[in-house]
């Protein structure tokens, strides 16, 4: 029988891809490695349910509170930082990553920093880009990739200036007005989450 480097080659640090290789090293006792350029969690995590529920939040208080004399509460004029919410939302992202790197850990998961490709049929390459040069080959008899999806642009003219939801959580603060292109969930839940902060929203 052929040696591999891991018993286990895990592409993704997503949901999926967590959670298989701590099952498959942590109670399987397998070899793994779980290759990941980005953060651990994946898009619940990082910049999806999470993130955006505590935005959510943050509206919704901010909405409740300049509504409280309607209900014989004497509050006040209510100011909300934005800037604050959103470095508060990044804080949460960024403990709730700790975590996932400490359970993989744990479970004895090698962790490998890099854009994992299938090279051959027992083999991994890493590379520091994506489509960039392979820096190392590894090999394991049995792959998983669980690398997720990314939001597709439009080829329109101005597509630069654009942004995906992806981007709302890395802003600074956002500015007096926005037009949200779209109105499936994810753009109702955020021009929502926009006018309920005080921007000015059309869809």
């Given at each position: 029988?052929?040696?591999?480097?891991?018993?286990?080659?895990?592409i993704g640090g997503g949901s999926g891809g967590v959670?298989?290789?701590?099952?498959?090293?942590?109670?399987?006792?397998?070899?793994?490695?779980l290759a990941?350029?980005?953060?651990?969690?994946?898009?619940?995590?990082?910049?999806?349910?999470?993130?955006?529920?505590?935005?959510?939040?943050?509206?919704?208080?901010?909405?409740?509170?300049?509504?409280a004399?309607?209900?014989?509460?004497?509050?006040?004029?209510?100011?909300s930082d934005v800037p604050d919410l959103l470095r508060r939302v990044r804080a949460e992202v960024d403990r709730l990553n700790a975590l996932h790197l400490g359970f993989l850990e744990k479970a004895g998961v090698q962790l490998i920093?890099?854009?994992?490709?299938?090279?051959?049929?027992d083999r991994i390459g890493i590379s520091d880009q994506r489509g960039g040069p392979v820096r190392e080959e590894l090999s394991a008899p049995r792959f998983l990739v669980a690398v997720g999806g990314r939001p597709a642009r439009p080829e329109i003219p101005g597509v630069e200036k654009t942004w995906v939801s992806d981007?709302?959580?890395?802003r600074e603060d956002f500015p007096p007005a926005m037009v949200v292109v779209g109105a499936g969930f994810?753009?109702?839940e955020f021009a929502c989450i926009l006018r309920g902060l005080g921007v000015a929203v059309t869809q």
């Amino acid at each position: 029988m052929a040696d591999f480097d891991y018993d286990l080659f895990v592409i993704g640090g997503g949901s999926g891809g967590v959670r298989a290789a701590r099952v498959a090293a942590g109670e399987a006792g397998a070899k793994v490695a779980l290759a990941e350029d980005d953060r651990y969690g994946g898009t619940c995590v990082i910049r999806g349910c999470v993130p955006k529920k505590l935005l959510v939040y943050g509206a919704q208080a901010r909405h409740q509170l300049a509504d409280a004399s309607a209900y014989g509460l004497e509050i006040g004029s209510v100011r909300s930082d934005v800037p604050d919410l959103l470095r508060r939302v990044r804080a949460e992202v960024d403990r709730l990553n700790a975590l996932h790197l400490g359970f993989l850990e744990k479970a004895g998961v090698q962790l490998i920093s890099g854009w994992g490709r299938v090279t051959a049929a027992d083999r991994i390459g890493i590379s520091d880009q994506r489509g960039g040069p392979v820096r190392e080959e590894l090999s394991a008899p049995r792959f998983l990739v669980a690398v997720g999806g990314r939001p597709a642009r439009p080829e329109i003219p101005g597509v630069e200036k654009t942004w995906v939801s992806d981007d709302m959580f890395l802003r600074e603060d956002f500015p007096p007005a926005m037009v949200v292109v779209g109105a499936g969930f994810i753009a109702c839940e955020f021009a929502c989450i926009l006018r309920g902060l005080g921007v000015a929203v059309t869809q």
